[in-house]
């Protein structure tokens, strides 16, 4: 593949000035010279990011010992989080002091926090599927009833605002928590919309200590 170059920035001026069809000529020339140059700088520049991409991903990579199947540092840090959040819970009483809710360790510190009520997605569910979901199941559809009110009573000049604006539906865990806690909401309407109530107790925590790393010479 032949490698484009450009010529010294001092050739382009900052403002290029066309008086006659000859330099037209000359500017379409350029500016298609430029694509193909711009093409290729960011072909090669995606090249590179693949290559370091590749290499990264090898060094953040671990092998376990018995399976001998590769996995991420997060898959490994999430399997260490697991096991000593396991052990922890089990041996709550001996690990801990007078009545303490943490313990630190020489290279970390675990424990429980209170946690409050709240409104969490279900398994599989996240926010924008919530939000489709109450739109689907209220009749008629939120937006599509929001849009026709924009159009019926806001407008801009003599045109209906809705042809410029456009409403979104945003779900708040704040609000649903609260309308279910005052009993307006029941376990069946969070079921329905993919979300569900957490009662409030403890969250185990783990802090572990700040490692200084060293470099390779």
């Not at 010529?7 to 000529?25: E, H, M």
């Not at 298609?32 to 991903?57: N, S």
């Not at 937006?143 to 924009?150: A, E, G, I, T």
Request: aromatic share 8%; with cysteine.
């Amino acid at each position: 593949m032949q490698t484009l170059d450009l010529p010294a920035r001092a050739a382009f001026p900052r403002k290029p000035k066309i008086d006659s069809d000859q330099v037209l000529n000359e500017a379409l020339h350029e500016i298609g010279y430029m694509d193909a140059y711009e093409a290729e700088q960011k072909a090669a520049l995606k090249l590179r990011i693949d290559e370091l991409t590749a290499e990264f991903q090898e060094r953040l990579t671990i092998h376990a010992q018995k399976e001998k199947l590769p996995m991420s540092i997060a898959e490994y840090r999430n399997s260490l989080n697991e096991a000593i959040e396991k052990y922890c819970t089990k041996n709550r009483v001996k690990i801990l002091e007078d009545d303490k809710k943490s313990r630190e360790f020489t290279h970390g510190t675990i424990g429980w926090r209170d946690s409050k009520a709240k409104i969490d997605f279900c398994e599989g569910y996240s926010g924008s599927k919530v939000e489709k979901l109450v739109d689907k199941i209220v009749t008629g559809g939120v937006l599509k009833r929001v849009r026709k009110l924009l159009a019926s009573l806001f407008f801009v000049g003599t045109r209906p605002v809705s042809l410029i604006c456009e409403p979104k539906l945003s779900f708040s865990k704040t609000s649903t928590l609260k309308a279910y806690q005052d009993g307006k909401l029941k376990d069946e309407h969070l079921d329905a919309i993919g979300v569900c109530y957490v009662e409030p107790g403890e969250d185990f925590y783990i802090k572990p200590n700040d490692v200084a790393l060293i470099s390779e010479a």
